[in-house]
């Protein structure tokens, strides 16, 4: 069973923005947090913000902050990463996932779903 399929990458001009969407089964997407994470070449998975189970609540990284944000439609199974003001350093495919906090850090809940979706390329030209 697919439980995340993430769209809505392309490419665009450092400055522009784009909006990603992920569906989650319901079973991934029930009583989670979900968050958004991002992997460039040759770097290892990295967060980038999350959002709570009723919407309100959203956490970022630095890295994203004022940039980006995360909303939820709890009727759809989706979560959304508006992101704006991009820039080259953003370039990285988009993973989507529900997370849970621990040791201090985000980290993806793997009892939630079994496999990582195919993600969406995003790339910001400079």
């Known amino acids: 069973q697919v439980q995340l399929v993430e769209s809505g990458g392309g490419l665009v001009q450092a400055g522009g923005s784009l909006r990603l969407t992920c569906v989650a089964s319901?079973?991934?997407?029930?009583?989670?947090?979900m968050g958004w994470f991002r992997q460039a070449p040759g770097k290892e998975r990295e967060f980038v913000g999350t959002v709570s189970l009723d919407g309100i609540t959203t956490y970022y990284a630095n890295s994203v902050k004022g940039r980006f944000t995360i909303s939820r439609d709890n009727a759809k199974y989706t979560v959304s990463l508006q992101m704006n003001r991009l820039k080259p350093d953003d370039t990285a495919v988009y993973y989507c996932?529900?997370?849970?906090?621990?040791?201090?850090?985000?980290?993806?809940?793997?009892?939630?779903?079994?496999?990582w979706g195919q993600g969406t390329q995003v790339t910001v030209s400079s």
């Open positions: 996932a529900p997370v849970l906090y621990r040791a201090g850090s985000w980290l993806p809940d793997r009892d939630k779903f079994d496999y």
């Open positions: 319901g079973r991934t997407f029930s009583g989670a947090f």
